[in-house]
C-alpha cells in the first residue's frame, strides 16, 4: 500500500461523513492544526481511497446512508489496527459500547468542540506511537547513537550525559521518527515543567550533544509552525 503522505511526517486523517459542512470544517480545521486531511463522503469512497492512501487515523461518522461506520469500522478491525474516532449523534450509552465493541479507539457524541476532537486524535496517536515498539533498539545520528532500550547515547566510544529531561525528550522523539511532535505533545511525554519554552530549551541542549552544527541542525529538526522531529541516517 502506498502513501501521498508528504515527507515532513504529518499525520494525515480521512475524515468519512456524509455531511459536507461538516466534512469540509473538520478537513480545514485539521489542516490548520499540523495535519494532513483528507475526506470521504461515504464509506464506499473511503474503501477506495484507502485502497491507495495509507492513513493514520480515520475520524469516522456512525450513520450515513448505504454502508454504516459500524460497517466499515467491523470491517477495518478485522484486518488492520488503523485508529478510529467514532462520530455520532446517537450518544446512549449502548450506542457508545456498541461502537467500542466494533473496535473503535474513541467516541465523540456531536455537536463537540473542534479543540476537544484535536486532543482526542492526539492522545490515540499518542497512545499508538508509544505502544509500537521501534523498529531498530537504536538510532543513528551522524556520528553519535542513541540506545532506546538504555536510554544512553554515544559518540566516539564515550557515553554522551543526557540529564533526565533531556533524556525523556530523546527518547520521547527516538521512539517515533520523522513525526512531528508539537510542543504540547512533548510536554505531556515528557511530563515537561515550564510549558514550550522549557521545550525550547531542551532541544537546543539536545543539538549541542548531538548535531555537528547545532545552529544548523540536521537531525533535530524544527518545522516552522508545527513542531519539532528526528530525523536519523
Given at each position: 500500500?502506498?502513501?501521498?503522505?508528504?515527507?515532513?511526517?504529518?499525520?494525515?486523517?480521512?475524515?468519512?461523513?456524509?455531511?459536507?459542512?461538516?466534512?469540509?470544517?473538520?478537513?480545514?480545521?485539521?489542516?490548520?492544526?499540523?495535519?494532513?486531511?483528507?475526506?470521504?463522503?461515504?464509506?464506499?469512497?473511503?474503501?477506495?481511497?484507502?485502497?491507495?492512501?495509507?492513513?493514520?487515523?480515520?475520524?469516522?461518522?456512525?450513520?450515513?446512508?448505504?454502508?454504516?461506520?459500524?460497517?466499515?469500522?467491523?470491517?477495518?478491525?478485522?484486518?488492520?489496527?488503523?485508529?478510529?474516532?467514532?462520530?455520532?449523534?446517537?450518544?446512549?450509552?449502548?450506542?457508545?459500547?456498541?461502537?467500542?465493541?466494533?473496535?473503535?479507539?474513541?467516541?465523540?457524541?456531536?455537536?463537540?468542540?473542534?479543540?476537544?476532537?484535536?486532543?482526542?486524535?492526539?492522545?490515540i496517536l499518542r497512545r499508538l506511537a508509544l505502544s509500537r515498539p521501534p523498529s531498530s533498539d537504536h538510532v543513528c545520528l551522524g556520528i553519535v547513537k542513541y540506545n532506546?532500550?538504555?536510554?544512553?547515547?554515544?559518540?566516539?566510544?564515550?557515553?554522551?550525559?543526557?540529564?533526565?529531561?533531556?533524556?525523556?525528550?530523546?527518547?520521547?522523539?527516538?521512539?517515533?521518527?520523522?513525526?512531528?511532535?508539537?510542543?504540547?505533545?512533548?510536554?505531556?511525554?515528557?511530563?515537561?515543567?515550564?510549558?514550550?519554552?522549557?521545550?525550547?530549551?531542551?532541544?537546543?541542549?539536545?543539538?549541542?550533544?548531538?548535531?555537528?552544527?547545532?545552529?544548523?541542525?540536521?537531525?533535530?529538526?524544527?518545522?516552522?509552525?508545527?513542531?519539532?522531529?528526528?530525523?536519523?541516517?
Amino acid at each position: 500500500m502506498m502513501s501521498d503522505v508528504i515527507e515532513d511526517g504529518l499525520p494525515h486523517i480521512l475524515v468519512v461523513d456524509d455531511d459536507s459542512r461538516l466534512r469540509k470544517l473538520l478537513i480545514k480545521y485539521l489542516s490548520d492544526n499540523g495535519f494532513l486531511a483528507s475526506g470521504a463522503e461515504n464509506v464506499a469512497i473511503a474503501r477506495y481511497k484507502m485502497k491507495t492512501i495509507l492513513f493514520d487515523l480515520l475520524v469516522l461518522d456512525r450513520m450515513m446512508p448505504g454502508e454504516s461506520g459500524l460497517d466499515l469500522a467491523r470491517d477495518i478491525r478485522r484486518k488492520s489496527d488503523l485508529p478510529i474516532l467514532m462520530l455520532t449523534a446517537m450518544d446512549e450509552w449502548d450506542d457508545r459500547i456498541q461502537g467500542l465493541e466494533c473496535g473503535v479507539d474513541d467516541y465523540l457524541g456531536k455537536p463537540f468542540e473542534p479543540r476537544e476532537l484535536l486532543l482526542r486524535i492526539n492522545g490515540i496517536l499518542r497512545r499508538l506511537a508509544l505502544s509500537r515498539p521501534p523498529s531498530s533498539d537504536h538510532v543513528c545520528l551522524g556520528i553519535v547513537k542513541y540506545n532506546l532500550e538504555r536510554g544512553e547515547l554515544m559518540g566516539s566510544g564515550t557515553t554522551i550525559r543526557l540529564t533526565s529531561s533531556e533524556n525523556a525528550l530523546l527518547s520521547a522523539l527516538a521512539m517515533r521518527v520523522n513525526h512531528v511532535f508539537s510542543r504540547e505533545e512533548l510536554i505531556d511525554v515528557t511530563n515537561t515543567r515550564g510549558g514550550g519554552r522549557a521545550v525550547d530549551v531542551q532541544i537546543t541542549r539536545l543539538r549541542r550533544k548531538i548535531e555537528l552544527d547545532p545552529r544548523l541542525p540536521r537531525y533535530l529538526q524544527t518545522v516552522r509552525g508545527k513542531g519539532y522531529m528526528l530525523v536519523p541516517d
